[in-house]
């Protein structure tokens, strides 16, 4: 049974950070690439982050470049998301997926290459 189980999310002013971390079960972590999505009210679901397997290379939206960053530590199976300098703009649900095996790195964006999704955590940043 996969499962992924987001936490860390919480309330924050303009310019503070929060660590989201995603616990995964159920499969080979280490085997699989990973992402965050985010869905702010009113919107679609936005892609975010993501993490290859292997070399760790990481990618990011233009939106969060230099301020979010993914990492992993496959031998707690869990995947994080340090969120500095965070924006009003940044608050929504935040999600980490799992991607489909075989799906190709340079397609991280297409979230309909994505098998699981979690329950979400939610980031609320307001002054």
């Known amino acids: 049974q996969v499962q992924l189980v987001e936490s860390g999310g919480g309330l924050v002013q303009p310019g503070e950070s929060l660590r989201l971390s995603c616990a995964a079960s159920?499969?080979?972590?280490?085997?699989?690439?990973m992402s965050w999505v985010r869905q702010a009210p009113g919107k679609g679901r936005e892609w975010v982050s993501s993490i290859r397997t292997g070399s760790g290379m990481t990618t990011y939206a233009d939106s969060v470049k230099g301020r979010f960053t993914i990492s992993r530590d496959n031998a707690k199976n869990t995947l994080y998301l340090q969120m500095n300098n965070l924006k009003p703009e940044d608050t929504a649900v935040y999600y980490c997926?799992?991607?489909?095996?075989?799906?190709?790195?340079?397609?991280?964006?297409?979230?309909?290459?994505?098998?699981?999704w979690g329950q979400g955590t939610q980031v609320t940043v307001s002054s």
């Open positions: 997926g799992k991607r489909k095996y075989g799906s190709s790195w340079f397609s991280v964006q297409n979230l309909n290459e994505y098998d699981k």
């Open positions: 159920g499969f080979t972590f280490s085997a699989y690439s």
